[in-house]
């Protein structure tokens, strides 16, 4: 690939019209459903936070992380999507998406595993499913609040059983260039492929996800099965996988390939390290004007910085 072929990440993002739309339309229909009126009047939203439940308009239906912010609405999280495989244009993703066929599907689960296995998309679907409402954090600068539904990857990983020399996991998305325009560019290393170490991926944090707001998941949210993983940065959660292979090397990953200076394996949320070509000091919540700061880890610190205490971070980006 020369150089001048090398895509980038835009190092800024428009924040479309309809976002900003739909955050009032959410604060009008959480006022007008009378829940915690006074609170949303003032632009707080209630402090319960509220399942999904049929029939319910979903903009109305409150979460909130564990930091104590509101989850982005239904609205701000299924049209305002990273998903290169059908359009760089993150609010066009849901429209070229929409017919994008997620059944029937299968994920191989293999590599370095006793016991291989096709998994049916159903049989995933069986795994005990809990709701998990995690931070997204794009290395792009803008984050959102996510009440995914999954099931730990660890779950899966225990039933296919690694053998002692697997040390990472690499997830695959699916190849599919007549359902997916932008697999039809001859400039990326298609298809999208990523990785964890095995510790980070056996996590509680690191889930498999099949939908949200207690929902299936949409096409352009990677139904159906993507990967979430809270403390790094969003690109490392592959959607629409369908392979799961368990290897003794660090693989190459999508955009690792593409842009090696730019974006490390690690790829964890580090507000220190500056991407080469814009700080991640700050970042901007959907929804929100204005930046907040970049937690460390994306706020998750407690819980995975001590994966990393051997690791210097600064060189392992
Ligand atoms: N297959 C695939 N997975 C992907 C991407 C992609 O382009 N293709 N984009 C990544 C990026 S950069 C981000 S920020 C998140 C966005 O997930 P969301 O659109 O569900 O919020 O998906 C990640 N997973
Ligand atoms: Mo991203």
Redesign the pocket.
């Known amino acids: 690939m020369k150089k001048k072929d090398i895509p980038e990440i835009p190092s800024s993002e428009i924040t479309p019209q309809k976002v900003y739309l739909s955050r009032r339309k959410f604060m009008q229909l959480t006022a007008a459903a009378g829940a915690g009126t006074l609170l949303a009047a003032c632009g707080v939203r209630s402090p319960v936070p509220a399942p999904a439940r049929e029939g319910q308009d979903l903009d109305s239906v409150i979460y909130r992380d564990e930091l104590g912010d509101p989850s982005n609405s239904y609205d701000e999280?299924t049209n305002y999507?990273?998903?290169?495989?059908f359009t760089m244009d993150k609010p066009a993703v849901a429209a070229q998406a929409r017919n994008f066929p997620t059944s029937p599907w299968q994920v191989e689960v293999g590599g370095l595993v006793h016991n291989p296995r096709v998994y049916d998309i159903d049989d995933l679907r069986a795994f005990p499913q809990e709701e998990r409402v995690y931070r997204?954090r794009?290395?792009e600068g803008w984050s959102?609040v996510i009440p995914w539904l999954g099931f730990p990857l660890s779950l899966l990983l225990k039933a296919v059983e690694p053998t002692s020399s697997a040390k990472y996991v690499v997830f695959t998305?699916i190849l599919d260039p007549l359902n997916m325009p932008g697999q039809k560019s001859p400039f990326y290393p298609w298809p999208?492929v990523e990785g964890l170490r095995l510790d980070e991926a056996m996590h509680d944090l690191t889930i498999l996800v099949t939908g949200l707001y207690g929902q299936p998941l949409e096409p352009?949210?990677?139904a159906p099965l993507r990967l979430a993983v809270p403390w790094k940065y969003?690109?490392k959660?592959?959607?629409?996988i369908v392979k799961i292979e368990l290897a003794e090397e660090m693989p190459r990953t999508f955009w690792n390939l593409i842009a090696p200076h730019e974006y490390g394996f690690y790829a964890n949320v580090n507000p220190e390290v500056a991407h080469p070509r814009w700080s991640q000091s700050t970042e901007r919540r959907i929804g929100e004007s204005g930046r907040r700061p970049t937690l460390m880890f994306n706020g998750y610190s407690e819980q995975v910085g001590q994966l990393y205490s051997d690791l210097d971070l600064k060189t392992n980006y």
């Not at 999507?81 to 495989?85: S, V």
């Not at 959660?237 to 629409?240: A, L, N, P, Q, T």
């Open positions: 999280i999507n990273n998903f290169y495989e997204l794009c290395v959102m998305t999208y352009q949210n990677g969003g690109f959660s592959g959607k629409s």
